[in-house]
């Protein structure tokens, strides 16, 4: 029977979904990449991009360490965490609105999603976030903490959110950890927790980029162009996917 649901459910999924490639990241992480998805740039250390060649849309992937002093310890702490990225994060973006915000323990790891609409204030388009937190305990007392932030232009959302939610949702740590995220309940002061992942999070290099720029762009690519719509299009193109426009090239003199 639980074959036959999962047959189901693979009928459902669209085909670049089923057409995805497993990639191997920093030799410790492994994550499906849909069709017309490429590894942008180096695949031997984080942070890494993932883009979307047809449309406007990006995955960055980021890898932070918790050591031991500092370790997150049970669920409430995490919550906790969770709430103070929320609100002194995510929601100091321009004109910030969650969507949803879910979590779940799945023995090994923790992990939590938040969807999120801003807005892009070079183009005034609503811009599309999936941000997804995974936490892992390794046996040497650390935590491994991987932030996968998935973005994309509204206009596309409809098409490129599975896509998205299937590689955050796929997404694995296959070096060492505790067969248990949260073995023990230890009962300490949970506010050095949340201060000390809120220092975490504020340190990564996605939250300096965006915050000191008080807006959301996509991370400039060379083989991508804007259209005055505020489309961007994969050079290949040499018209605007929404409007169609033609690409004018400017050369330097």
Known sequence: MK?????????????NILASDI?????EVRI???ENWDVSGDSGKFPFQIINQEQSAELLIYKSLIDK????????????SVYILVEDVILTLPEAK??????????????FSVEFVSTDTSSAGKVFHRLSGILYDHPNGEQLFFILWGKTNQADKDILQN????????FSYYGESNSIIFPIEEYRDW????????????TLFIFKKY???????????????????????????DACRRCGKKHEITESV
């Open 23 to 27: 990639v191997d990241l920093a030799g």
């Open 163 to 170: 896509e998205i939610s299937f590689m955050q949702s796929n």
């Open 69 to 80: 002093e500092q370790r997150v310890t049970n669920e409430r702490e995490l919550k906790e």
């Open 191 to 202: 506010q050095i927790y949340i201060l000390v992942l809120f220092i975490i999070v504020l």
């Open 3 to 15: 074959t036959i649901l999962i047959y189901i459910l693979l009928l459902f999924l669209p085909v």
């Open 32 to 34: 499906p990449v849909p």
């Open 98 to 111: 969650i969507l949803t915000n879910t979590g779940r323990i799945d023995e090994n790891r923790a992990i």
């Open 211 to 237: 915050k000191s720029s008080d807006k959301i762009n996509f991370s400039e690519e060379s083989h991508f162009w804007r259209c005055s719509c505020g489309r961007q299009n994969h050079n290949s193109q």
